[in-house]
Nanobody, 125 residues
Framework: QVQLVESGGGLVQAGGSLRLSCAASGRTFSSYAMGWFRQAPGKEREFVAAINKGGGNTYYADSVKGRFTISRDNAKNLVYLQMNSLKPEDTAVYYC??????????????????WGQGTLVTVSS
C-alpha cells in the first residue's frame, strides 16, 4: 500500500494559480489510480479530479473543468493538481487519494483505499 503526502497549498488571490503535489511512497504507485478531493468548511468532501494508472485518461468535476489540470509522473511517484483562475469558492482542504480502481476514485469515493493528510488552499477575494 502507498502512503501519500500533499504539499503546495497556501494563500492566493482570486484569479491566481497554485500547483499541488502529492508524493507517494512505495514501489507500486503505477498500479494506483489517483485523485484529488476537497472539503470546504461545513461541507462534505467532494471529488475534484482523477487520473488513471497510466496517466492517459483524466476526469474532472464540472466546477473545475477548464481551470484545473491533473497529471502524474510514475517515474517520480508524484501526482499534481495545477489550479488556475482560482476562485474564493475553491477554498478548501485538498486531499490526495489512491485506489486500484479508477471507478472507485471517480464514482465511489467513500471506498477509496488510501488518503493523504490534506493541504489547505485559501483563495482571497
Amino acid at each position: 500500500q502507498v502512503q501519500l503526502v500533499e504539499s503546495g497549498g497556501g494563500l492566493v488571490q482570486a484569479g491566481g494559480s497554485l500547483r499541488l503535489s502529492c508524493a507517494a511512497s512505495g514501489r507500486t504507485f503505477s498500479s494506483y489510480a489517483m485523485g484529488w478531493f476537497r472539503q470546504a468548511p461545513g461541507k462534505e468532501r467532494e471529488f475534484v479530479a482523477a487520473i488513471n494508472k497510466g496517466g492517459g485518461n483524466t476526469y474532472y468535476a464540472d466546477s473545475v473543468k477548464g481551470r484545473f489540470t491533473i497529471s502524474r509522473d510514475n517515474a517520480k511517484n508524484l501526482v499534481y493538481l495545477q489550479m488556475n483562475s482560482l476562485k474564493p469558492e475553491d477554498t478548501a482542504v485538498y486531499y490526495c487519494a489512491a485506489d486500484q480502481s479508477i471507478v472507485v476514485v471517480t464514482k465511489r469515493g467513500r471506498y477509496i483505499e488510501v488518503w493523504g493528510q490534506g493541504t489547505l488552499v485559501t483563495v482571497s477575494s
